[in-house]
């Protein structure tokens, strides 16, 4: 190997750097660093000849040198090469498909957004949208005709300034925790709308884009005006008097016992003079929805009987216990402490019971009757809130 066809390798493996850190805009720091490994041996070799001959000959140095040389040269060349077959490439059979597959992914990431704005404008809940930093949000149409609040984005503390100051707090809260640990939450607050508070009913979503919390909640109005009883659904459309003892007349043909509780719900109209029948309507509605929860899941399991006072049909002997452990406890399982907007309150009833067995002998009406009677005795009972009939 000679002195020029170690030169002629230095300058093509430099030009061979050179040209693809121009042509593509980067800068290859692993072809740097060995090509300057590489002309530095031969730099020492050529300055301090005495230092590389100590270890080995200058022929033998120069011949295993050059080969080494000459094998870096090739590789930054296929490389280089290689390169510019997949520029060529892409060039002249790709990119044609690729800006049709773009455009086509424009095409449907359009529809998309159309489709959602759509979707959006058909709901009857309004939706908010919060900021990342749960600071502000921004509103669909159905929001503002709900709330009457005209601006499509706002801050929150500007919107927690129309929210009535009793119900603030926990509406803040609410939002505020939300997170994985609490992907949802269901709050009822009131919201100033002309001058006079409005209530409505926020349920919240959290999910996760880009490793950052996202929220977005649906709202919608409780109109007084749409229901002529209690202006709640929850409760309007519970069966009354007359289909309990429909219901009565079939179950007790079966050869299964059951249990019949009358339920009052002493406290609620002195939450309505205090509060107002809206707030009372409410909780009346939250405390059915939990009893139902615990206890009467299956149709026809609770009935409506007059404004405070409801019947409930415990078909499993399993729900019976724990209700009668929560009754001997004092728990919050029956006497539940419930939150509309700022407004906080436990609710207690009082409870009437009754079994029936397939062998029992009274009419409907005595049975009716006997659990109305039960009820009216704890009632007057200062010191316990249910009476078990037959004990």
């Known amino acids: 190997m000679n002195e020029m066809f170690t030169y002629i390798c230095l300058a093509v493996g430099f030009a061979l750097i050179l040209g693809s850190?121009?042509?593509?805009?980067?800068?290859?720091l692993w072809k740097w660093i060995l090509y300057l490994l590489v002309g530095g041996i031969y730099a020492v070799f050529r300055f301090f000849p005495e230092f590389v001959g100590r270890y080995v000959a200058d022929a033998v140095f120069l011949e295993w040198y050059g080969y080494a040389l000459f094998f870096v040269?090739?590789?930054?060349?296929?490389?280089?090469?290689?390169?510019?077959?997949?520029?060529?490439?892409?060039?002249?059979?790709?990119?044609?498909?690729?800006?049709?597959?773009?455009?086509?992914?424009?095409?449907?990431?359009?529809?998309?957004?159309?489709?959602?704005?759509?979707?959006?404008?058909?709901?009857?809940?309004?939706?908010l949208f919060y900021n990342d930093e749960l600071d502000g949000w921004f509103a669909s149409e159905q929001f503002a005709k709900i709330t009457g609040i005209a601006a499509s984005e706002m801050k929150m503390e500007d919107y927690a300034a129309l929210i009535h100051p009793d119900d603030?707090?926990?509406?803040?809260?609410?939002?505020?925790?939300?997170?994985?640990?609490?992907?949802?939450?269901?709050?009822?607050?009131?919201v100033n709308r002309e001058g006079a508070y409005l209530w409505v009913e926020e349920h919240g979503q959290v999910f996760e884009f880009e490793k950052k919390t996202q929220v977005i909640s649906g709202v919608k109005g409780i109109d007084i005006k749409l229901f002529p009883?209690?202006?709640?659904?929850?409760?309007?459309?519970?069966?009354?008097?007359?289909?309990?003892?429909?219901?009565?007349?079939?179950?007790?043909?079966?050869p299964?016992?059951?249990?019949?509780?009358?339920?009052?719900?002493?406290?609620?109209?002195?939450?309505?003079?205090?509060?107002?029948?809206?707030?009372?309507?409410?909780?009346?509605?939250?405390?059915?929805?939990?009893?139902?929860?615990?206890?009467?899941?299956?149709?026809?399991?609770?009935f409506r009987i007059t404004g405070i006072q409801f019947a409930l049909i415990i078909?499993?002997?399993?729900?019976?216990?724990?209700?009668?452990?929560?009754?001997?406890?004092?728990?919050?399982?029956?006497?539940?402490?419930?939150?509309i907007g700022g407004i906080q309150q436990v609710v207690y009833p009082n409870l009437g019971i009754i079994k029936h067995e397939p062998w029992s002998t009274f009419?409907?009406?005595?049975?009716?009757?006997?659990?109305?009677?039960?009820?009216?005795?704890?009632?007057?009972?200062?010191?316990k809130n249910y009476s078990v009939f037959g004990e």
């Open 315 to 339: 078909r499993e002997q399993r729900k019976y216990d724990v209700m009668y452990r929560a009754l001997q406890s004092g728990g919050d399982l029956i006497n539940l402490l419930i939150n």
């Open 168 to 190: 603030r707090g926990q509406y803040l809260s609410a939002v505020k925790k939300a997170s994985k640990k609490t992907p949802m939450y269901d709050i009822k607050y009131r």
């Open 73 to 127: 040269t090739l590789l930054l060349a296929v490389q280089f090469k290689t390169k510019i077959k997949i520029t060529q490439n892409l060039t002249d059979y790709d990119f044609f498909e690729m800006e049709k597959e773009l455009d086509e992914l424009k095409s449907t990431s359009e529809l998309l957004r159309l489709r959602y704005i759509s979707t959006i404008k058909l709901m009857n809940q309004g939706l």
């Open 229 to 254: 009883d209690t202006l709640i659904h929850e409760l309007d459309s519970l069966p009354t008097e007359q289909p309990l003892f429909q219901h009565l007349a079939q179950i007790t043909k079966e």
């Open 256 to 302: 299964e016992s059951f249990y019949l509780v009358m339920i009052q719900l002493t406290n609620i109209p002195d939450i309505n003079s205090r509060f107002g029948r809206d707030v009372g309507n409410l909780m009346i509605a939250e405390y059915v929805k939990k009893m139902r929860f615990h206890f009467a899941k299956d149709i026809n399991s609770i």
């Open 21 to 28: 850190t121009l042509l593509y805009k980067k800068i290859r």
């Open 363 to 383: 009419s409907l009406n005595e049975f009716v009757g006997l659990a109305n009677k039960s009820l009216e005795e704890a009632i007057r009972n200062p010191k």
